[in-house]
């Protein structure tokens, strides 16, 4: 079982896309260009580039939480969703195996609370979340076969406003918290119930559906850094 829990979110196209604008990422700070950017992130650029890669390679894993009893599943398919494309594994099973995506759950996960804790934004980060994740959980969608999906755009437009009205000198980490941990918990979280239902053979959390969201996020937090905030943030 556990052998068919490792595959990509999205399919090869679209998944080259995020490798493709990783890669303009660490062009762009080994040119320096953005090397004040990560000192307002409150990380430096090597950890910066294990950040970007690490969520790109640990989006293959997927750790089994639990299965869920569900509908005969759909699987080996390709499902579109607001012109996106996700891949719906292949496993011959009558249940739903409930999974936790490395690399678009956990690495995020861990990223947020280091931020929070490094700048003491409870109150902000706590705002930041819910709201993304009200605004996350009217957009998201559940796919049959697949699991719940978000339209791409959606947590990244919306992470960018709200960091900036909370707070400018501390808009990219809260873009990066809100934005990651509001996605997971408005997509995925708020919407177990649903899962067992939708005859998906893997639900991930952080994976198909969300990923490329959250991915998108953490880069949009480095830009609003670059952008907007040329002063390096206080730590607590």
């Given at each position: ?47 910066a ?11 293959y ?8 009893p569900?509908?005969?599943v ?6 579109d ?105 408005g997509a ?14 893997i639900?991930?959390i ?17 830009l ?13």
């Amino acid at each position: 079982m556990h052998s068919h829990v490792h595959y990509l979110p999205l399919t090869p196209g679209f998944f080259s896309i995020l490798v493709f604008a990783a890669v303009v990422l660490v062009v762009l700070i080994q040119l320096r260009i953005l090397r004040y950017a990560y000192m307002r992130l409150g990380i430096g650029p090597g950890v910066a580039l294990l950040l970007l890669f690490g969520s790109l390679i640990g989006s293959y894993f997927n750790i089994p939480i639990t299965v869920l009893p569900g509908p005969p599943v759909r699987s080996g398919e390709i499902v579109d969703f607001f012109g996106m494309r996700y891949v719906v594994p292949y496993l011959a099973s009558p249940s739903t195996i409930l999974a936790v995506n490395v690399g678009g759950a956990v690495i995020p996960a861990v990223m947020s609370a280091y931020l929070m804790l490094r700048y003491q934004l409870w109150l902000r980060a706590a705002i930041a979340t819910i709201v993304i994740a009200a605004i996350v959980h009217a957009s998201a969608t559940p796919v049959r076969g697949m699991g719940i999906a978000v339209p791409v755009f959606v947590p990244v437009v919306a992470t960018a406003i709200l960091a900036l009205l909370l707070s400018r000198e501390y808009a990219a980490p809260l873009a990066y918290i809100g934005g990651s941990t509001g996605t997971l918990l408005g997509a995925d979280l708020l919407n177990l119930d649903k899962i067992g239902s939708l005859g998906a053979p893997i639900a991930s959390i952080g994976g198909a559906g969300t990923f490329d969201g959250i991915f998108l996020t953490g880069i949009l937090a480095v830009l609003i850094a670059g952008v907007v905030a040329p002063a390096r943030p206080r730590p607590a």
